[in-house]
């Protein structure tokens, strides 16, 4: 694990990524992230003042900026040539890449096979001589690099409280009602306010806020809807986009019973004209994501597209498929992003969605179409490979049908192994629960334990945990070196228990080597101190606890008669109590 993960530091300069605390520059620098967080962000960044300001020209002579869903039909080395012409190709792979920075963007949105296979990017990566002096940095989201060996890994993290407040009153010059408004709003959402720490949801979140009468949202479920009525509410409103209604031509999707009604159902204000754009650009998304496909009559269908990874790149041809008309005045409808015509030239244009996230929450929209046989088919089959599609299908169906519910179910009390990792399925299974609001059938009684070891755990995570506890008769809560810090505690226990709070209490909290100081301590002693406190087993060894931390800790016993075991210190130290 790289020193900056370890030490939680923030990087002071741009520089920091390439020599940190003085260090040489790696080869390969890993740059990992969620959706929207700002990985191409920075990669702009790193470009735009390599370029303007002459930054780090101390270091290389030549910086490539490689979007890597821009080659998902060709070898990398052919679109490489291409990019920057097959003369400074040829000059750049006789010096072994000397002084040169190449940037691949987006490993993830490549699929496994072209990333595993590549010739270019099996000899790049693998030090060939040819690439040897060459330094490489990749942007991806953490699930897709895993065998990715880097000198430096780097998380970018978003915005912090000070990043937000920051933004928030750019956004409203002048006007600090607004501004008050706002962010006593997202103090009221502690769900929001963890999604505002992604950049890109940020920017929504501000803007639905301005255009919902000064209303925030409380899930990513309700974040996209909004998003996705009130983006399509100002095309339909521009001048120059006419949309023809019926704009979809397909006569099965026309003649869907109840298709329709559902979309709307779903998606509530959305302009009657644009109910076809949806249904088209919803079965584009899930036909990126997905081999095969239920027609109405419930028969299984195969479509172009047999990758078992997403397809992200879309042709004329497969928008043509999907009954969207591509006319000269086609704009994407703010969802789509058109793609210039070198880079696939067998193609006149190309389209990949705005970003993958509206991608999957398109596709999750017609998923939520289907017949709920169909709808778990799909999850059965596809848990693993798209937890953020099915995530959005829980929150926009509220997981009503009772077999959906027991498959979720079913994940959350995935065991794992007794003291080592934790079910990657478990984390997914929280946040299917959470955006769910939990409208579906009652959980059993049986109590279980909730496995969450060494999953990396956000903000937003340590919520839909606390849901789940709520909710779910869990009597055992494993977070081990989920890397939870202050905020994660609190959000973890500033809700839990509440009045919904059903079935037994939780009995064992293990918190064992996180980064949880006596600032969060105070949160976590919230469950020591309650009056119906069930817990016997406590464990909070392995984080920096300073004297005063435990001055909270010998307080809160005090007020507590059901604690047996007490874990603290630097080591996984226990006391029976």
Same mark, same amino acid.
């Given at each position: ?45 790193? !470009? ?21 869903? !821009? ?44 990333? *595993?296979?590549?010739?270019? %990017? ?50 409203? =010059? ?24 992604? =950049? ?44 023809? =209604? ?53 028969? /299984? ?8 990874? =997403? ?35 067998? #193609? ?10 509206? *991608?999957?929450? %398109? ?8 017949? *709920? ?41 995935? +065991? ?7 079910? +990657? ?5 929280? /946040? !299917? ?10 959980? +059993? ?69 996180? #980064? ?27 984080? +920096? ?29 226990? !006391?029976?109590?």
């Amino acid at each position: 694990v790289d020193e900056i993960l370890k030490k939680k530091e923030p990087l002071g300069d741009l520089r920091d990524i390439f020599h940190y605390l003085g260090k040489p520059c790696p080869r390969l620098i890993l740059i990992l992230g969620g959706p929207g967080i700002g990985k191409t962000t920075l990669a702009n960044e790193i !470009c735009i003042k390599w370029a303007r300001d002459g930054y780090l020209a101390e270091d290389f002579d030549a910086l490539i900026l490689l979007p890597l869903r !821009c080659v998902q039909q060709r070898s990398v080395e052919e679109v490489m040539m291409e990019h920057i012409g097959e003369e400074n190709y040829q000059q750049m792979k006789k010096s072994s890449g000397r002084r040169c920075l190449m940037i691949l963007e987006g490993w993830d949105e490549m699929s496994v096979e072209r990333r *595993q296979n590549d010739p270019f %990017l099996l000899k790049l990566l693998n030090e060939c001589p040819i690439w040897e002096d060459a330094t490489v940095m990749i942007t991806s989201r953490p699930h897709a690099c895993e065998d990715v060996v880097a000198g430096r890994r780097i998380e970018v993290v978003g915005f912090g409280s000070e990043e937000i407040r920051e933004f928030v009153e750019k956004s409203f =010059p002048n006007d600090a009602r607004s501004v008050d408004g706002f962010l006593q709003q997202l103090d009221e959402y502690p769900q929001l306010h963890s999604l505002c720490y992604v =950049p890109m949801n940020l920017v929504m979140v501000v803007d639905i806020f301005d255009c919902n009468e000064k209303k925030l949202p409380s899930t990513l479920t309700d974040l996209y809807q909004l998003f996705m009525v009130m983006t399509l509410q100002r095309e339909v409103n521009k001048e120059n986009v006419k949309m023809k =209604p019926p704009f979809y031509s397909s006569v099965a999707v026309r003649a869907a019973d109840g298709v329709e009604e559902t979309l709307c159902r779903m998606l509530a204000g959305i302009p009657k004209q644009a109910v076809g754009i949806v249904l088209c650009l919803s079965r584009l998304a899930y036909r990126g994501f997905f081999d095969w496909y239920c027609d109405r009559e419930g028969k /299984r269908r195969y479509g172009v597209n047999k990758w078992r990874d =997403p397809k992200i790149i879309f042709t004329e041809s497969d928008l043509n498929k999907c009954d969207i008309d591509v006319t000269a005045t086609f704009d994407g409808f703010g969802l789509l992003k058109g793609t210039h015509v070198h880079q696939l030239p067998t #193609d006149t244009n190309t389209y990949n969605f705005a970003h993958l996230t509206i *991608q999957e929450f %398109l596709c999750a929209v017609y998923i939520s179409t289907l017949s *709920q046989q169909e709808q778990l088919v799909l999850l059965r089959e596809h848990y693993q490979q798209y937890p953020n599609v099915f995530m959005f299908v829980c929150g926009l169906t509220g997981m009503v049908s009772s077999e959906m519910f027991q498959f979720i179910y079913s994940k959350l009390s995935l +065991p794992g192994d007794e003291d080592g990792d934790g079910d +990657p399925d478990v984390i997914t299974a929280a /946040r !299917c629960m959470y955006e769910s609001k939990h409208s579906g059938p009652a959980p +059993p009684v049986q109590p279980f334990t909730l496995n969450m070891n060494y999953n990396s755990l956000s903000p937003y995570d340590a919520l839909c945990v606390t849901h789940v506890l709520s909710c779910c008769p869990v009597s055992k809560l494993k977070m081990r070196g989920c890397r939870i810090g202050n905020k994660e505690a609190e959000l973890l226990v500033k809700h839990y228990p509440n009045k919904n709070t059903t079935g037994p209490l939780l009995e064992e909290l293990h918190l064992f080597d996180n #980064d949880i100081t006596s600032e969060g301590m105070e949160h976590v002693m919230k469950i020591v101190r309650t009056s119906s406190a069930a817990l016997r087993v406590l464990n909070v060894s392995g984080n +920096p606890i300073s004297d005063d931390g435990m001055a909270l800790i010998s307080e809160a016993l005090k007020h507590n008669t059901s604690l047996t075991l007490l874990g603290v210190g630097g080591e996984n130290k226990k !006391c029976h109590i």
